[in-house]
C-alpha cells in the first residue's frame, strides 16, 4: 500500500536542522557584534516555542488565548524558585515546570468549555492579570514587582554562561518542539483538534469528546508555553512582571497571524520574523525618523506592529507560510505559471 | 448485526412538533429510506439516533441498548456512523485525512504513540483510510486538501469519513442532494455496496424519489412528525395518502 510519506522530502530536516546550528558560527565569522544577533535569536527560539504551542491552541483546535504571556511568565517563575529556592537540578526544572505549568492550562481550560470567541479571549486575558498580580502579591518568593535573579542553565555538569552556549540550548529547544508539534498534528491528536475548530458536529458524530481535546489543546500549549518560560528565566538571568505584559500576548498572537495561522512552521516564521523586526528593523527605523521628529521606541514598534497586522489579515490571511507556498509551486510550475493562480 | 428499533418517540421544539409518536424498526441488513416533506422531521429524527436533539418521551434501541441515555460522543462507539445534510468537513485539512477523522475510534493511544516514532505505523494508519477511498473512488485525491475540492467529492470524503469507522449502521443525511444525475448513479451504486460487500445497515434520508424507488427495500413516509405509512417502495408507491402529501399528482416516479 502506497503512503503518503512515501514521496515527502525529508531530506530537507536534517539539512535544516544543521544550518540552524551553524548558523553562530557563520555569524561569528561574518561580523564582530554577532554577540547581539544571538542575544536576538535567542529570544526569537523562546517565542517559537511558545507560538508552537500557542498555534496548536488558537491555530488547530480554534480557541483563542490572549493570555499566553502569564503561562510564559508561571513557567519562568515556576523554575526560578523551584531551582533556586527549592535546589531542584534545572534538568528536572526543565520538564517538571511545564508540566505544571500545562496544569494551569487545565484549570483555565474548564471556563473554555462553555465560552466561545471573543469571550474566550476576555476569559484569558483576565487569567493573564490574575497570574501578574499573584506574582506581585506572593513576594515571599517572587520579590513581588522588583524582579527576581536567576541562576544560568545548568546541565549535567555544563554550564550555559553566555548568549553563544544559550543558542545551542535554545534551538536544541526549537528543533524539538517543532518535530514533535508536527508529529502531534499529523496524527490521531491533530486531527480532532482541526475538526472541533471547524465543525464541532461532525467532532463529536466520529466520537472525539470534545471536552476532553479542548483540555488536552490547553495542556499541551501550557506546556510549550511553561518550556519557553523555563529557558526564558534561566538564560536572560532576570525576570521581572513587567516582562510578562498583556501586550506581549497581543504579540504573541500578531506572530502567529502573521506566520500563519494553523501552521507549526508558519508560527516558527511569524515569531522570527517579529523579532527580528521589533530588534533589528525598528531601531533602523526610529534613527531614520528621528532625523524629523521626536519618537519613543515604544510608539513605532506599536505602530507598525499594527500595521503589519493589518496588512496581513487583508493581503496575506494565510501568512509568511502561505506565501512560501506560494512561492514553491510557482517555481515548481516555473515556465507554467499563469498569473492567475496567485490572485 | 442488531436491528435500530424507534419506540414512541416524540420531541417538540417551543411548540412545534417534530417528531410525534414515531415508532419504526430498520432491520439489520437493511435499506432503509425516509422520505417526507421539508420539515416533516427526517433529520430530527437522526439527530435524535445521534444524541444532537434529546426527545422527551420514547426509546431508541440499537442492540439492546437505548441510546437516549448514550452522550453524542458515544454513539460512533455502538457502531452508529453518519454523515451530514450541510457537509461537515475539515477543509484545511487533506482529503485522507478528513477520510481519517472517522477511524478516530479505532485508532488506540499506544498506535498515535507509535506513530509518533515509527512510519510503518503511519503507513498502517493512511491503508485503514485508503481502502475505503478505494472502494469510493476517491483515493486519487488522498493528498489534496480538501479546500477546492468539488462538492461531489466532498460529499464522498463525508460517506467516507463515516464508513471508515466500520458500522454497523450508518446514517445518510441527503446523500444525492446537490449532486447531477451521473453523481445520483454514482451514489445509488455505492449506497448498495456499502450494504451488499460490507453488511452495513444504511438508514438514508434523501428527496431524490428514483433515488430511493431504485435503492430501498423498506420506505418510511413522515409528515409533519407523523408516520404515514411504512413498507416497499411499490406499496408506497400506491398509498393514497403518499401520493397526496408528497408525491403529488401526477408524479410517476
Not at chain 2, 441510546?67 to 448514550?70: N, T
Not at chain 2, 475539515?90 to 487533506?94: A, D, G, Q
Not at chain 2, 476517491?138 to 475540492?149: D, H, M, P, T, V
Given at each position: 500500500m502506497k503512503g503518503r510519506y512515501e514521496d515527502e522530502k525529508l531530506f530537507w530536516i536534517p539539512v535544516l536542522i544543521a544550518a540552524v546550528f551553524l548558523l553562530p558560527f557563520l555569524l561569528k565569522g561574518m561580523t564582530n557584534s554577532y554577540r547581539y544577533y544571538l542575544y536576538v535569536l535567542n529570544i526569537a527560539g523562546i517565542y517559537m516555542i511558545l507560538t508552537v504551542g500557542l498555534d496548536l491552541l488558537s491555530?488547530?483546535?480554534g480557541l483563542i488565548s490572549l493570555g499566553h504571556a502569564a503561562f510564559f511568565a508561571i513557567g519562568a517563575y515556576l523554575s526560578a524558585i523551584l531551582v533556586d529556592q527549592g535546589g531542584l537540578p534545572f534538568e528536572l526544572s526543565l520538564i517538571i515546570a511545564p508540566l505544571l505549568t500545562g496544569l494551569f492550562g487545565l484549570v483555565i481550560g474548564f471556563p473554555a468549555l462553555r465560552l466561545e470567541g471573543m469571550y474566550l479571549g476576555l476569559a484569558t486575558m483576565g487569567f493573564g492579570f490574575i497570574v501578574k498580580r499573584m506574582i506581585i502579591a506572593l513576594r515571599q518568593w517572587t520579590q513581588g514587582s522588583n524582579g527576581l535573579q536567576v541562576s544560568s542553565p545548568h546541565i549535567f555538569g555544563f554550564t550555559f554562561r553566555n548568549d553563544w552556549d544559550n543558542y545551542f540550548l535554545i534551538y536544541t529547544g526549537v528543533v524539538l518542539t517543532v518535530v514533535i508539534a508536527r508529529r502531534m498534528v499529523r496524527s490521531k491528536l491533530g486531527r480532532a483538534f482541526m475538526a472541533i475548530r471547524d465543525s464541532e458536529r461532525a467532532a463529536e458524530a466520529v466520537g472525539i469528546r470534545l471536552a476532553k481535546y479542548k483540555m488536552i489543546s490547553f495542556f499541551i500549549s501550557g506546556v510549550f508555553a511553561g518550556f519557553a518560560g523555563v529557558l526564558f528565566a534561566h538564560t536572560s538571568h532576570f525576570i521581572s512582571t513587567d516582562h510578562f505584559d498583556i501586550l506581549l500576548s497581543v504579540y504573541f498572537i500578531i506572530m502567529i497571524l502573521v506566520g500563519g495561522v494553523g501552521s507549526i512552521y508558519g508560527a516558527v516564521l511569524g515569531a522570527l520574523f517579529i523579532v527580528l523586526l521589533d530588534n533589528l528593523a525598528i531601531p533602523l527605523f526610529k534613527d531614520w525618523l528621528q532625523t524629523f521628529i521626536t519618537v519613543e521606541a515604544g510608539d513605532i514598534q506599536s505602530l507598525i506592529f499594527g500595521l503589519i497586522m493589518f496588512l496581513f489579515i487583508i493581503f496575506?490571511?494565510?501568512g509568511l507560510y502561505g506565501l512560501w507556498l506560494k512561492v514553491r509551486i510557482y517555481w515548481k510550475l516555473f515556465p507554467f505559471n499563469p498569473r492567475k493562480r496567485f490572485s | 448485526m442488531p436491528d435500530l428499533l424507534i419506540d414512541n418517540l416524540h420531541i417538540h421544539f417551543d411548540g412545534v412538533i417534530a417528531l410525534d409518536d414515531v415508532s419504526l424498526t430498520v432491520k439489520s441488513g437493511e435499506i432503509f429510506s425516509l422520505i417526507g416533506p421539508n420539515g416533516s422531521g427526517k433529520s430530527t429524527l437522526f439527530n435524535c439516533i445521534n444524541g444532537f436533539n434529546r426527545p422527551r418521551k420514547g426509546a431508541i434501541r440499537f442492540g439492546g441498548i437505548n441510546?437516549?441515555?448514550?452522550k453524542t460522543h458515544e454513539i460512533p462507539l455502538l457502531g452508529i456512523a453518519r454523515t451530514f445534510q450541510n457537509l461537515q468537513n475539515?477543509?484545511?485539512?487533506?482529503v485522507l485525512d478528513n477520510v481519517l477523522l472517522g477511524a478516530h475510534l479505532r485508532i488506540s493511544k499506544r498506535d498515535t504513540v507509535k506513530r509518533w516514532l515509527s512510519r510503518k505505523q503511519r503507513v498502517a494508519e493512511e491503508a485503514l483510510a485508503l481502502e475505503i477511498m478505494d472502494l469510493l473512488g476517491?483515493?486519487?485525491?488522498?493528498?489534496?486538501?480538501?479546500?477546492?475540492?468539488p462538492f461531489g467529492i466532498r460529499k464522498l470524503v463525508e460517506i467516507a469519513r463515516a464508513l471508515v469507522s466500520r458500522p454497523k449502521l450508518i446514517l445518510l443525511d441527503e446523500p444525492a442532494a446537490g449532486m447531477n444525475d451521473q453523481e445520483t448513479i454514482e451514489i445509488a451504486k455505492i449506497i448498495t455496496e456499502i450494504r451488499n460487500e460490507l453488511g452495513i445497515t444504511v438508514l438514508v434520508v434523501e428527496h431524490d424519489m428514483r433515488l430511493v424507488m431504485r435503492i430501498s427495500d423498506r420506505i418510511c413516509v413522515l409528515d409533519s412528525g407523523k408516520v404515514i405509512t411504512i413498507g416497499k417502495p411499490d406499496e408506497v408507491k400506491q398509498h393514497p395518502e403518499v401520493v397526496k402529501v408528497f408525491l403529488g399528482e401526477g408524479t410517476d416516479a
Open positions: 491555530g488547530y483546535t496575506q490571511p494565510t | 441510546l437516549l441515555r448514550k475539515v477543509p484545511y485539512m487533506t476517491i483515493a486519487n485525491f488522498e493528498r489534496k486538501y480538501l479546500l477546492g475540492q
